[in-house]
């Protein structure tokens, strides 16, 4: 149990064009959605939670406008770059929590390569 | 500040040579220490979870402990397929529940 799927899984797009990531939680309802990005060799840096129906919290320095959260159940989360730019090229995971009572482990998806030309 | 420290930053192991990977944290109010694997290019893997200072816990040839300052993997005869970068991370927010990940250790075991 607790798997998460992303799609796509790579994606090559232009500089000033826009990109949609989703994320999904497929065994389970995640209460909670979390986008982190990483970059070669570093950690995890969290960039934006968010809940059902509600509108995300995002990580000091990072742009909302720019990364667009939408949390439409509990089992789907999309990311979208807008405008993107080539430093916007990165490695985005998605994880989802199912919280409460069933504990607080985030289970992540297998990520999306973004390449921006 | 918070923070989370993982040492050592890389590891090279022979085949059933067995070791320790080491996590200290210094944080206001532990919540949870979780410890992840990633292989290249893929999200991280849920390992453990550890709550309060003397937990253990064991899956296979690892065993995650946990004290008030740190948090130990061991690796018991590790094979090749054990190679990867493994991540501690912990959970400290008094309101949502969000990880502060360390840098990793990058694990390598050679046949």
């Known amino acids: 149990g607790a798997v998460v799927s992303q799609h796509p899984s790579r994606v090559i797009c232009k500089s000033g064009t826009s990109v949609k990531i989703e994320c999904r939680s497929l065994?389970?309802?995640?209460?909670?959605m979390f986008w982190y990005r990483q970059f070669p060799k570093q950690s995890l840096m969290l960039m934006a939670t968010?809940?059902?129906?509600?509108?995300?919290?995002?990580e000091q320095g990072v742009e909302k406008d720019k990364f667009l959260i939408n949390h439409a159940s509990l089992t789907l989360s999309t990311l979208t770059v807008t405008s993107a730019h080539p430093e916007d090229s990165s490695f985005y995971i998605c994880?989802?929590?199912?919280?409460?009572?069933?504990?607080?482990?985030?289970?992540f998806g297998p990520g999306t390569r973004l390449t921006v030309t | 500040e918070d923070q989370v420290t993982q040492s050592p930053e890389a590891l090279r192991l022979q085949e059933g040579e067995s070791s320790s990977l080491n996590c200290s944290y210094t944080?206001?109010?532990?919540?949870?220490l979780f410890w992840y694997r990633q292989d290249p290019g893929k999200g991280p893997e849920f390992l453990f979870t550890?709550?309060?200072a003397g937990e253990e816990k064991e899956k296979e040839r690892l065993k995650a402990t946990l004290t008030k300052k740190e948090s130990f993997l061991h690796i018991t005869a590790p094979k090749p397929e054990d190679s990867a970068t493994y991540l501690c991370?912990?959970?400290?927010?008094?309101?949502?529940?969000?990880?502060?990940f360390g840098k990793g250790t990058m694990l390598l075991v050679s046949p």
């Open positions: 994880s989802a929590s199912r919280g409460g009572a069933l504990g607080n482990e985030q289970y």
């Open positions: 968010s809940n059902e129906g509600s509108k995300a919290t995002y």
């Open positions: 944080v206001s109010g532990l919540r949870g």
């Open positions: 065994d389970f309802q995640a209460t909670t």
């Open positions: 550890l709550y309060s």
């Open positions: 991370a912990v959970d400290m927010n008094s309101g949502y529940s969000t990880l502060t």
